[in-house]
């Protein structure tokens, strides 16, 4: 029972650190449009109040650099009032703009006041939003209650002293490509470490590049008519379905990172075969009860995949007719067999969350996007527990008593922060839970939508607890958790990096156990034969706010 205390004085420290935070970015992110506000407007030209030489750094794509709005007396206009120091930005023509992002150099050290004007003409200004910034060094989107037509956009600081500006970005609505987990400029980034031969990066290529899923000689096993049972059980098409899966994302990772078109026109091989055979999934009887789950689990991967090649840098040469192809196979077949999420294990609904908003992104589908999210937020509470959430775990809808509840639980009746419901199940199940968990939010920061915040002491929770376990490597556990016997215990998914960098590289929170465990990952080599937690170190380690 120490360990149990020990655990709760140790994880509520935390707690008041989030509690604006969480609420502020909760407000935030329901303030939904038609479609994501996450359609980056090119800036023609950028004028600062004073240190004007420099106000290029906000807008160069270096995190690292910023703009200073310092009230020297050597860098401000003698006609300067200290209230007018301001960044001026020109879209070049008029745009539907509903949100501005900014980030904020020194953001963990202290918070900042400012107010957003929006104009057509550049003379008659109308408010758009006033607030103050929250502690991170990450873009921090700031919605407009309403969209603004707008060709200008003039912010103002209250702290003339030190309102230091890392990166501002302008959005309209719609959908940022390619913006499924992985974006451009995350590419980008681990492009220049591989330049440079950085680890753990240049490692991570190259067991790609000599792993059977980078092959070029990679052959597709597509069939017309699926059925997957119980952990596979009849497997007709399941277990090699996902093999493609995850052949396709890697070969279209490695296009990117490598530049060889060879390895674009593999992954396009993959995913024009199952579009142009499969015809349907069972779902008829128990013998096909793992169909959702398989829907789900191929498009969690299969959609990043297309994601990269039709949205990549250079073009992969993936043709209109087939993608169309693609879209009809994923809309049609998998879809509606994970649309409205499940109540079996949490890891099914978070696999279908993840499958579900990554269909909507590739697709343009708003209504499909905001459907995955629902899924999210309904089951994120319900999988990691908090002492906030009372004496017992938040409840699913059919779970209506307490017996039914700990029964859901794996037969749990001890409850500490970060408690997930399939941790004594298996710490396997856990981990593919926790995959779609941190995916999410992931995508949803691409799409200027701050998930993470809605859901990061659960994320810091429920990380810490269970990598303090994967650590020991012990099956054998206090007499009050799972009856003193975990299982799976082993091995860690390569998916803690996305909440590692979130909390510890983005907003300087120490994750002590979980510090441990990615080091340990980073050098044990990939855990990559595991659905869609795959070369998670090769594209999120250390990548910051980028």
Not at 45 to 50: G, K, T, V, W, Y
Not at 175 to 185: E, K, Q
Not at 227 to 255: E, F
Request: charged letters at 15%.
């Amino acid at each position: 029972m120490l360990l149990c205390c020990s655990f709760a004085i140790m994880m509520s420290a935390k707690m008041i650190f989030f509690v604006f935070a969480v609420l502020s970015s909760f407000l935030l992110s329901h303030m939904a449009y038609g479609a994501p506000c996450a359609q980056r407007l090119n800036v023609t030209s950028l004028h600062a109040s004073i240190n004007q030489h420099d106000a290029y750094l906000a807008m160069d794509g270096d995190l690292s650099t910023s703009w200073k709005a310092s009230s020297s007396s050597s860098s401000r206009s003698s006609s300067i009032a200290p209230s007018d120091v301001t960044l001026s930005l020109d879209l070049g023509s008029v745009h539907d703009v509903c949100t501005v992002t900014i980030a904020w150099a020194m953001g963990t050290k202290k918070t900042y006041s400012f107010t957003i004007d929006a104009s057509t003409d550049n003379k008659q200004f109308t408010s758009a939003y006033k607030g103050t910034s929250t502690l991170s060094l990450d873009h921090q989107p700031y919605a407009f209650s309403n969209s603004i037509n707008a060709r200008y956009i003039r912010i103002t600081f209250n702290d003339t002293t030190s309102s230091n500006v890392a990166e501002v970005s302008i959005y309209t609505s719609g959908f940022n490509h390619p913006g499924i987990v992985v974006s451009a400029s995350q590419i980008a980034y681990v492009k220049s470490k591989l330049a440079s031969g950085s680890q753990p990066w240049t490692a991570q290529l190259a067991e790609a590049k000599s792993s059977s899923y980078g092959s070029l000689s990679y052959t597709p096993h597509p069939v017309a008519v699926m059925q997957c049972g119980s952990y596979s059980r009849p497997d007709i098409g399941c277990s090699t379905s996902s093999q493609d899966a995850l052949a396709a994302y890697t070969h279209a990772l490695l296009w990117q990172f490598t530049g060889d078109l060879a390895y674009a026109a593999s992954s396009i091989k993959i995913l024009n075969a199952w579009s142009y055979t499969l015809q349907h999934v069972m779902t008829e009887g128990s013998n096909s009860s793992n169909a959702p789950l398989q829907s789900a689990w191929l498009c969690q991967t299969w959609v990043k995949a297309a994601e990269i090649l039709r949205h990549g840098e250079r073009g992969s040469g993936w043709e209109a007719k087939d993608i169309a192809k693609f879209s009809e196979m994923i809309n049609s077949i998998f879809l509606p067999l994970i649309y409205h999420g499940s109540g079996a294990n949490g890891n099914w609904e978070l696999s279908m969350a993840e499958a579900t908003t990554n269909i909507g992104i590739f697709t343009d589908n708003s209504t499909t996007f905001q459907q995955g999210l629902v899924l999210w937020r309904r089951r994120v509470p319900e999988y990691i527990y908090l002492t906030s959430d009372g004496k017992l775990p938040v409840a699913p809808p059919d779970r209506k008593t307490t017996a039914s509840l700990i029964e859901y639980w794996q037969g749990q009746d001890i409850f500490v922060d970060g408690l997930c419901q399939e941790t004594c199940r298996d710490f396997q199940h856990t981990q593919m839970g926790f995959a779609g968990l941190a995916h999410v939010p992931e995508t949803g920061r691409l799409q200027n939508i701050d998930l993470w915040g809605e859901c990061r002491e659960r994320v810091f929770q429920g990380f810490e607890f269970h990598a303090y376990f994967l650590n020991k490597r012990s099956d054998t556990s206090p007499s009050w958790l799972c009856k003193g016997t975990l299982d799976g215990v082993k091995e860690a998914g390569q998916f803690w990096e996305l909440g590692y960098n979130y909390l510890v590289n983005r907003l300087n929170v120490p994750l002590p156990n979980t510090t441990v465990l990615i080091e340990r990952i980073r050098t044990q080599g990939p855990y990559y034969d595991t659905l869609d937690m795959a070369w998670e170190t090769l594209t999120h380690a250390d990548v910051g706010s980028v």
